[in-house]
C-alpha cells in the first residue's frame, strides 16, 4: 500500500512503518481507485471538496481492480483502505463474500431537484452493498492517422483487416472483447449473453478472436491502451472512453471514439468492511455520490453520471461526449455484470489460455 | 563480554538475521508450499459435508449427505460466504455456481426441501464424487492442474482439454527465454566483463558505470525506455525507415512480443551475469595467460585452454544467476512481451491477483521452485564436471 | 632415451658462435621520463646459466619482460639466438619461463600442463606421450601425472613448472624468482635440482632473483643490476673476490666499511687514513689519488688478528660474539663507531676473543679494497 509521504528521504522508513499499520488515522479516510485520470477527476470533484468541507484529509490508493488486495485485508484483519471504487463484477462477488458494509440507500441524500435518492440514481446503480458514481463505457477507439481514406464506424470493422489494415489493442481481460466478438459476428445485442453462455457460443467468439489474434497487441492497464493508440502502435483498440476521451480533449491526440455498441458498465463505492473508520466513510460516500459532485467529475472525465438530477448541471459540449449522450447511447449494450459473476472463472481462465497459446 | 561464552554471543548476533529470514523469507515459501497441496477453505465452507462424505462409498447418491449439504448452504448463506462458495465450487466444475444459487434461492423459500427435487442436478453421483474429493483439505488437485492436468468425476487423471492447456507450454517456454537470455548475456556480457578486467582504472570505472546504470532507474523507467526506442514508431524502426532498410509497412516488431521481453531482460539482468564473472575474471592473476604464451600458446588457444576454463566458475555463477532470475521474471513480460513474451510467473500474478486462485498460483510457484532448486543443485554439478575441480 | 634426447635439447643457433641472448642499447621507461631499463648492452652464450641479481625496483623484473615479450622495448633491439624478437609477441618467441608462483594451470592434471606447449607446437600425440614420460622421469615424479597441481606440494610444483619450460627445448629459458615462494630447506633442494637440470640438458636460462647466495651457487654468470643498469657482470668468483663498486661489494656478500683519506697511492695500491687514526693498506680499484676520500671494502672471514700497532690493522672493541658453528661472529666496534664485523674460523685452539677486550684486526692489502666514498 502506498500511502502520501513527505518527500524526505529520511522519514521514507518511518512513513513505511506508519503506512503498514492500520490505517484510519483520527481524521483521513484511504480510497483505492483505479488511479491516472480516473482517480484525479474524483480527487477534483469530490475528495478535495469533501475535505474542505469536513477536514478529514483523504489519502487516494490506486489498483488494478479485482478483490484480490481487499480480500486479503479482510481475511487478515488489517483493513488498510476504507473506501473502494468497484466495477459491478467485484461489487457483486465481494458484497456475497462480506468484504463490503451494506449501504441503506434511504439514507442517501435526495438530488437538488428534490428527487428521493432512490430515484435519483438510474436503475442499476444502487447495490446493497455500494452506490454508483458513473457510467463509463467499453468502446471502440482508433488513431486517426492509422485510416487516412475510410474510418472505420462500426464493430465489424475492428475485425476486418483487409479494408482497415493495422494492429488492433485488445485487453487481457476477456470483459467486453467477448460480446463485441459475437455481435461482430452476427449476434444482436440482445441475444450476446444468451449465446455467450452455451459453449458452442463461447468457441465462436473465441474463433472471432483468432481472425485478429496475429495482429493484437494486449494492454492490461487504461494507461498503456491510450500509450498504444497515441504512439500509433495500434490502429484500432478496445478502450475505456474516458480515457480516451481525456486524450482527446486535454492531450490532443488524434483519437477517436466508436460509439457504435459500446458495452457500458458503472463504478461504485463500497466501504471495506471491518474499516475502523464507517461512519466517516459512509459520510463520504454520501457527499461523493450526491448531484453535484457527481457533475463536476464530467469536467475532469468523460463518464456520465448516474443520477438523474446531475444532468442539467452538465455543460452541453461535454454533455455530448458522455457515454450518456442520446446520439452515444444508440445500440449499447449494459454490461452484464451478473452473467460475467456466474461464467467468468471458467472463460477468464480459458482467456488467459488463448492469449499464452 | 565474557569470554566463557563467545558462541553464545554470537548466536545473539546472527538472530535478528536468522529471525528476518526466517520470518520474510522461509516462512512465505513454507507458506506457498502448504497452500498447494492444502486447500481447506471448501471443507471449511461444508464441515458437515464433509464429515458425511468421508465415510460413502462413491456410489449412487448419498441420502446422508445431502442433509448435510443442506445445512451448509444455508449457514454460509447466513454468513455470506455464499459467494465464496459458489466460486470455489464452479472452479472445480463449470456450472456449479448456477446450481448453488439455484439452491440456496429455493431453501430460503423452502428450507426442508430435497436437493434432488430443488434441482436435477443433484442426483449426479459425479457431482457427489467432485463434493467428496474438494472437501477434503488436503489435494493434489492444484499441482495436477499446474501440469494441465485434470481429475474426472471418477478420479481418472486426464489431460486438460486443449483450448485450457497452458502451463506446460507456458513453463517451457519460460525455461527456453530463460536459457535465451542467459546465452545472450553469456555472449554480450563476457567480452565487457573482460574489457573492465583488462581496462585501466577510469575507463573499467565508467565501463562498471555503464553496466550498473540499469540497476539505478526503476523497471518501469527501463521499460517505457525500451518501448519508446523499440516500438513500431519508436526510434530503432523510423531509423531504419529513414534510412530505407526495412519498408514503410515492414517496420519490424521488436516490442509487444517475444523479442521484446528478451531484448529487455538481457539489458535488465546483463549485469548480474557480468558482475561475477568480472570479480573472477580481476581475481584472476596474470600469470597464468603470461605463462599461456610464454609456452607458445597463440591467443585464441590461450582462451580456450586457459582463460575460458579458468573464468569459468564465473560464467557458471553468472549464468546460473541470470537464469534462475529469469524463471522468475514478471514485470518486464507484462510490461513489454505483448501476448507472446508472457512467462509462467505472469500467470502465478494472474491467478493471486486477478481470478483469486491462491492454489493454483501455489502450485505453479511450487513447480518453479522445484525447478530452480533442481538447477541450482545440478548444475554447479554439471559444470564442475565439464570443467574445473581445481 | 635420456642421452638422445638431451641432444636434442642442446640450444640451436646460427652456428656455434652465434649468441643465445643479445640485448643492445635496450631502454625501458614506463613514463617517458625515468629509464628503469638504461641502455642495456648484455651477451648470454648458449647453454650459459646468467643470473640478473638486484635490489627490488633495479629494473631485473621489466627486463625480464621485455626478453619475455610482456612488454616492449622502449629502445634498442633483443635477438635470441640471432633472431631480431624485439617486436615479436611472447608467443612466437619460442622461450620458456618458470614464474615465481609457478602458474601451472589448475584445471589441467601435472600431465596436461607438461603436454601444453607440446600441444601448442602442434605435436603428435604420441611424441607428446612419450615427452611427458621423459620429463617426469628426469624431475622425479613419474607417479604424478594424472594429480591436479593442487595436489601437490610446493616444491614439486615448482619442479614441474621447471620441467614444463624446458620440456620443448625452448632457445632460452626464463626463470623469475623461481624459488621465492619456498621455504629455506626446499629452496636449497631446489637449488641442487636447477643445477643438475642445467648441468643435464645445457639450456640457456636467464635467472632472475634478489638472493645473492643463489646467484652465487646457481649461475655460470651474475650481472648485478642497480638502477637499471648492469653495475659488474662476471662469474660468482670475480663478483665476491673483485667487486668494482661498493655497491656490488655491498651486495654480494657481506663486507666491512673503513673509511678514510687516501694519504699515498699508486697505480695497485694506496694506504688510506681512517678516522682513529690507524692506516691502511688496500687496492686501489678507485684509481684515488692523495687527498680523495674512499671507502675500504674488507671481507669480514678475510680478516685476523693482530698486534696493536702493526701496519693494516684496526684497535676495536668487541661488542658481542655469536657462535654459529664452523665460525663464530664477533661484532666489534672502532673507536669512532664504526662496526666491524669478523667472522672466525671455530678451530679449538684459536683463542677467541672476550666481550669489551680491545683488540686488532688486520688483513692484506690485496683483500681490501678502496673504492670512490
Known amino acids: 500500500m502506498v500511502i502520501a509521504c513527505p518527500k524526505v528521504s529520511s522519514a521514507a522508513v518511518l512513513c513505511l512503518l506508519i503506512a503498514s499499520g492500520p490505517a484510519s488515522a483520527a481524521d483521513a479516510l484511504t480510497i483505492a481507485s483505479f488511479g491516472g485520470q480516473y482517480t484525479a477527476s474524483q480527487s477534483k470533484s469530490q475528495y478535495d471538496p469533501f475535505t474542505a468541507s469536513t477536514g478529514v484529509t483523504i489519502k487516494s490508493v490506486d489498483y488494478n481492480g479485482g478483490l484480490a488486495e481487499l480480500t486479503a485485508q479482510v481475511r487478515s484483519g488489517t483493513v488498510n483502505w476504507d473506501i473502494v471504487d468497484v466495477e459491478l463484477q467485484d461489487l457483486d462477488r465481494g458484497c456475497a463474500d462480506g468484504l463490503f458494509e451494506k449501504i441503506d440507500p434511504a439514507q442517501l441524500p435526495a438530488g437538488s431537484d428534490g428527487v428521493p435518492a432512490i430515484k435519483d440514481f438510474v436503475t442499476g446503480s444502487l447495490h446493497e452493498c455500494g452506490v454508483g458514481t458513473v457510467i463509463w463505457s467499453n468502446v471502440l477507439a482508433f488513431s486517426d492517422p492509422a485510416f487516412p481514406d475510410a474510418k472505420p464506424s462500426r464493430i465489424e470493422d475492428f475485425f476486418d483487416l483487409e479494408r482497415f489494415p493495422g494492429r488492433r489493442g485488445l485487453p487481457k481481460r476477456p470483459h467486453a472483447i467477448l460480446e463485441w466478438a459475437l455481435m461482430a459476428d452476427g449476434v444482436t445485442p440482445s441475444e450476446v449473453y444468451r449465446v455467450l453462455a452455451k459453449p458452442e457460443g463461447l468457441d465462436r467468439a473465441f474463433a472471432k478472436l483468432d481472425t485478429v489474434k496475429d495482429h493484437a497487441v494486449f494492454w492490461e492497464t487504461g494507461a498503456q491502451m491510450i500509450q498504444l493508440l497515441a504512439d500509433g502502435e495500434v490502429a484500432l483498440s478496445a478502450a475505456y472512453n474516458g480515457r480516451v476521451q481525456s486524450a482527446i480533449s486535454e492531450d490532443a491526440k488524434p483519437l477517436k471514439i466508436i460509439w457504435e455498441r459500446q458495452i457500458w458498465n458503472a463504478d461504485y463505492y463500497a466501504v471495506v468492511a471491518g474499516t475502523g473508520a464507517k461512519e466517516r466513510a459512509l459520510d463520504f460516500v454520501r457527499f461523493a455520490t450526491g448531484t453535484a459532485p457527481l457533475a463536476a467529475q464530467t469536467q475532469y472525465i468523460a463518464y456520465g453520471p448516474v443520477r438523474r438530477s446531475s444532468q442539467p448541471l452538465i455543460a452541453p459540449a461535454i454533455a455530448a461526449t458522455l457515454p450518456t449522450a442520446p446520439a452515444n447511447f444508440n445500440n449499447a449494450l449494459a454490461f452484464d455484470a451478473a452473467w460475467w459473476t456466474a461464467h467468468g472463472d471458467a472463460i477468464n481462465e480459458r482467456y488467459a489460455a488463448w492469449l499464452v497459446q | 563480554m565474557n569470554a566463557a561464552s563467545p558462541s553464545r554471543a554470537g548466536l545473539a548476533l546472527v538472530l535478528p538475521l536468522v529471525a528476518f529470514i526466517a520470518i520474510a523469507f522461509l516462512a512465505p515459501i513454507a507458506t506457498m508450499l502448504l497452500r498447494s497441496v492444502h486447500d481447506p477453505e471448501i471443507a471449511e465452507l461444508m464441515p458437515r459435508t464433509r464429515q458425511a462424505l468421508i465415510r460413502w462409498d462413491g456410489t449412487g447418491v448419498p441420502q446422508m449427505a445431502t442433509k448435510a449439504v443442506t445445512a451448509d448452504l444455508r449457514e454460509a448463506s447466513a454468513t455470506n460466504r455464499i459467494g465464496r462458495l459458489a466460486q470455489r465450487l464452479n472452479r472445480e466444475r463449470n456450472g456449479l455456481r448456477a446450481l448453488i444459487d439455484v439452491t440456496v434461492r429455493h431453501l430460503e423459500r423452502e428450507p426442508d426441501t430435497e436437493l434432488t427435487r430443488i434441482d436435477r442436478g443433484w442426483s449426479d453421483p459425479d457431482l457427489w464424487r467432485i463434493l467428496a474429493r474438494v472437501t477434503s483439505p488436503w489435494t493434489g488437485r492444484h499441482l495436477l492442474n499446474a501440469l494441465d492436468v485434470t481429475v474426472t468425476a471418477d478420479g481418472a487423471l486426464v489431460r486438460q482439454e486443449e483450448a485450457r492447456r497452458l502451463y506446460v507450454d507456458l513453463f517451457l517456454r519460460t525455461a527456453w527465454v530463460a536459457a535465451l537470455v542467459t546465452l545472450i548475456c553469456a555472449l554480450l556480457g563476457y567480452p565487457y566483463a573482460y574489457a573492465m578486467a583488462a581496462s585501466g582504472p577510469s575507463l573499467r570505472t565508467l565501463l562498471l558505470f555503464l553496466v550498473l546504470l540499469p540497476f539505478w532507474t526503476s523497471l518501469l523507467v527501463r521499460a517505457t525506455a525500451w518501448i519508446v526506442l523499440l516500438q513500431r514508431r519508436g526510434v530503432i524502426n523510423e531509423g531504419l525507415v529513414a534510412m530505407g532498410l526495412v519498408s514503410e509497412t515492414g517496420r519490424l516488431d521488436l516490442i509487444y512480443n517475444m523479442t521484446g521481453t528478451i531484448i529487455v531482460m538481457v539489458h535488465v539482468l546483463l549485469p548480474f551475469f557480468v558482475l561475477p564473472l568480472y570479480s573472477v575474471m580481476a581475481g584472476l592473476p596474470t600469470s597464468y595467460v603470461r605463462a599461456s604464451a610464454s609456452l607458445g600458446a597463440h591467443p585464441l588457444r590461450t582462451f580456450a585452454r586457459v582463460y575460458l576454463p579458468l573464468t569459468y566458475p564465473g560464467v557458471a555463477a553468472g549464468g546460473l544467476l541470470v537464469f534462475i532470475l529469469s524463471l522468475g521474471y514478471y514485470v518486464t513480460p507484462a510490461l513489454v512481451g505483448g501476448r507472446t513474451g508472457q512467462l509462467i510467473s505472469n500467470q502465478i500474478a494472474f491467478h493471486m491477483q486477478r481470478s483469486l486462485n491462491w492454489g493454483l498460483a501455489a502450485a505453479l510457484g511450487t513447480l518453479l521452485l522445484l525447478a530452480v532448486l533442481l538447477l541450482a543443485l545440478t548444475l554447479p554439478r554439471l559444470a564442475e564436471r565439464g570443467g574445473l575441480r581445481a | ?373
Open chain 3, 1 to 373: 632415451m635420456l642421452m638422445k634426447v638431451t641432444s636434442a635439447l642442446a640450444p640451436s643457433g646460427n652456428g656455434p658462435q652465434a649468441e643465445a641472448l643479445v640485448l643492445r642499447c635496450v631502454d625501458k621507461s614506463y613514463d617517458g621520463v625515468t629509464k628503469v631499463v638504461d641502455a642495456l648492452d648484455l651477451d648470454v652464450h648458449p647453454g650459459e646459466f646468467l643470473t640478473i641479481l638486484g635490489p627490488s625496483g633495479s629494473g631485473k623484473t621489466s627486463l625480464l619482460m621485455m626478453l619475455a615479450g610482456f612488454e616492449p622495448p622502449s629502445a634498442g633491439t633483443i635477438e635470441i639466438g640471432g633472431r631480431d624478437v624485439s617486436r615479436l609477441p611472447p608467443y612466437k618467441r619460442n622461450i620458456g619461463m618458470v614464474f615465481q608462483h609457478y602458474a601451472l594451470f589448475p584445471h589441467l592434471t601435472v600431465g596436461e600442463n607438461l603436454a601444453y606447449p607440446l600441444q601448442a607446437r602442434g605435436w603428435r600425440k604420441s611424441e607428446i606421450t612419450e615427452r611427458v614420460a621423459w620429463a617426469l622421469q628426469l624431475i622425479r615424479l613419474d607417479g604424478m601425472r594424472d594429480r591436479r597441481p593442487a595436489q601437490l606440494s610446493g616444491g614439486q610444483q615448482q619442479r614441474i613448472a621447471v620441467a614444463r619450460a624446458l620440456i620443448y627445448k625452448p632457445q632460452l629459458v626464463l626463470m623469475d624468482e623461481p624459488l621465492g615462494a619456498l621455504d629455506k630447506q626446499l629452496r636449497e633442494q631446489m637449488q641442487d635440482e636447477i643445477v643438475r637440470l642445467h648441468r643435464e640438458l645445457r639450456p640457456t636460462i636467464v635467472y632472475v632473483t634478489h638472493d645473492q647466495s643463489e646467484a652465487l651457487s646457481l649461475s655460470d654468470r651474475v650481472a648485478v643490476f642497480e638502477a637499471g643498469r648492469i653495475a659488474q657482470i662476471g662469474t660468482p668468483s670475480e663478483l665476491y673476490e673483485a667487486p668494482r663498486t661498493a655497491f656490488v661489494a655491498g651486495f654480494i656478500g657481506e663486507n666491512n666499511r673503513i673509511t678514510g683519506m687516501v694519504i699515498a697511492a699508486n697505480t695497485e695500491f694506496c694506504h688510506v687514513r681512517c678516522a682513529d687514526g690507524a692506516v691502511l693498506e688496500a687496492r686501489n680499484i678507485a684509481d684515488a689519488r692523495i687527498g680523495d676520500r674512499v671507502s675500504l671494502a674488507v671481507r669480514p672471514e678475510r680478516l685476523r688478528p693482530a698486534q696493536v700497532g702493526d701496519g693494516s690493522s684496526v684497535e676495536v672493541e668487541v661488542a658481542d660474539i655469536t657462535y654459529l658453528g664452523e665460525v663464530s661472529r664477533v661484532r666489534c666496534r672502532m673507536r669512532d663507531g664504526t662496526e666491524i664485523i669478523w667472522k672466525l674460523p671455530n678451530c679449538g685452539q684459536s683463542a677467541r676473543p672476550e666481550r669489551g677486550a680491545t683488540i686488532a684486526l688486520g688483513f692484506c692489502r690485496e683483500d681490501a679494497r678502496a673504492f670512490a666514498a
